[in-house]
């Protein structure tokens, strides 16, 4: 629980620096990054339920593809599930803010667990 907690604030921070980058993207505010947060945690959640050996395998016969249409169907489903977090470019934005999305979490997991604050 605490390591999905950690994920919602982590891609909520995520959201909130992109919102503010060129890619489309548009948060209203904090609260509504956090829900958006959540919505994509448990959506990523779902993803990994499936075996290891499956989602692995699927990404490298697929060169990444599966993995990332399926982050796009994520970020577009959240961005129409909560209200004030929209799309402005629609499918573009939706492709831009997933990749700037995976990016930038992985940026700031490295950074936290270079500092400590998580071990997984």
Known sequence: MASFL???????????????LPTGVEVDSPWIAL???????????IWGLFPNW?????AIISLGLIPLIGSIIVFGLAAWIVEGFRLRWGIASAIIGAIALSIVNSILFFILRQAGLIVY
Not at 54 to 58: D, I, L
């Open 54 to 58: 499956f989602r692995t395998t699927s």
């Open 35 to 45: 829900i958006a947060g959540a919505i994509i945690g448990a959506f990523n959640g």
């Open 6 to 20: 950690i994920s919602v604030v982590v891609i909520a921070i995520s959201l909130l620096i992109i919102s503010k």
